[in-house]
T-cell receptor
Framework: EAGVAQSPRYKIIEKRQSVAFWCNPISGHATLYWYQQILGQGPKLLIQFQNNGVVDDSQLPKDRFSAERLKGVDSTLKIQPAKLEDSAVYLC???????????????FGPGTRLTVL | AQKITQTQPGMFVQEKEAVTLDCTYDTSDPSYGLFWYKQPSSGEMIFLIYQGSYDQQNATEGRYSLNFQKARKSANLVISASQLGDSAMYFCAMREVNYQLIWGAGTKLIIKP
């Protein structure tokens, strides 16, 4: 079974530029998460999708961040314009959430390391 | 309010020794789940072990076990017979509504040869 795919793995941009990250979850996983992980901290949830609908985007800075999952499979996270404080690792995770399962663990991709200069 | 607390920013452990990573949590929900993830320097989060709030026994997965003390609200990870490959960041997380995870700040574990 293929894992969660993310691209690019690394990205360096200057402030005020835009950037986009792509995520393809594990096949069949309806729930998809985007996290921001600043160096030395735990992940912070940015947005959670269930199929192509948004479950929670309360911590997404909507003035500059946007995310979509149009067909309920892969997803794109965009930052426009980027700020210095956006430098972080952006992690995508997916989960097969089911009431019949107990654990419902999240599976993570390798992440995209963003550096904003 | 912080809900997951990992009090050990970093730990050094001799290879082959056992190590305990601390995690305390705070919730008023009677139904919750606790997870431990490992994050090597490559960056990917790897699921290690899960403990449900109603589980009567402590969870075990190979060399990993979870010391679950519900009354004290602690869920410490125990790694037996540590190996060099265990060097990584370790995160404790608690599942809340909508299957979201609340994460601790992590503990950096370094195994010395």
């Amino acid at each position: 079974e293929a894992g969660v795919a993310q691209s690019p793995r690394y990205k360096i941009i200057e402030k005020r530029q835009s950037v986009a990250f792509w995520c393809n979850p594990i096949s069949g996983h309806a729930t998809l998460y985007w996290y921001q992980q600043i160096l030395g901290q735990g992940p912070k949830l940015l947005i959670q999708f269930q199929n192509n609908g948004v479950v929670d985007d309360s911590q997404l800075p909507k003035d500059r961040f946007s995310a979509e999952r149009l067909k309920g499979v892969d997803s794109t996270l965009k930052i426009q314009p980027a700020k210095l404080e956006d430098s972080a690792v952006y992690l995508c995770a997916s989960s097969l959430v089911s009431g019949r399962r107990v654990v419902n663990e999240q599976f993570f991709g390798p992440g995209t390391r963003l550096t904003v200069l | 309010a912080q809900k997951i607390t990992q009090t050990q920013p970093g730990m050094f452990v001799q290879e082959k020794e056992a190590v305990t990573l601390d995690c305390t949590y705070d919730t008023s929900d009677p139904s919750y789940g606790l997870f431990w993830y490992k994050q090597p320097s490559s960056g990917e989060m790897i699921f290690l072990i899960y403990q449900g709030s109603y589980d009567q026994q402590n969870a075990t997965e190979g060399r990993y076990s979870l010391n679950f003390q519900k009354a004290r609200k602690s869920a410490n990870l125990v790694i037996s017979a540590s190996q060099l490959g265990d060097s990584a960041m370790y995160f404790c997380a608690m599942r809340e509504v909508n299957y979201q995870l609340i994460w601790g700040a992590g503990t950096k574990l370094i195994i010395k040869p």
